[in-house]
């Protein structure tokens, strides 16, 4: 499960941009600081964990299996 603190994610898409599997794509909804946050699709996720290396503001977490 992929878990994204939305209220703290400031839509630099850089989660959608250095996922290899294409887990993420651009919300149509805002968040309090007006950015569509970034939507994972868990069932394509291998865990990689890039995504949470590389956020800037540490707003994805993935849970193990």
């Not at 839509?11 to 968040?31: Q, W």
């Not at 309090?32 to 994805?60: A, E, F, N, R, Y």
């Given at each position: 499960?992929?878990?994204?603190?939305?209220?703290?994610c400031?839509?630099?898409?850089?989660?959608?941009?250095?996922?290899?599997?294409?887990?993420?794509?651009?919300?149509?909804?805002?968040?309090l600081?007006?950015?569509?946050?970034?939507?994972?699709?868990?069932?394509?996720?291998?865990?990689?964990?890039?995504?949470t290396?590389?956020?800037?503001?540490?707003?994805?977490?993935?849970?193990?299996?």
């Amino acid at each position: 499960m992929i878990y994204i603190n939305e209220e703290l994610c400031k839509g630099c898409y850089i989660c959608i941009d250095i996922c290899p599997r294409d887990v993420y794509t651009p919300s149509k909804k805002l968040n309090l600081k007006g950015v569509h946050v970034p939507i994972p699709d868990s069932t394509k996720c291998v865990k990689c964990q890039l995504c949470t290396l590389m956020c800037p503001d540490q707003v994805i977490s993935i849970e193990a299996d």
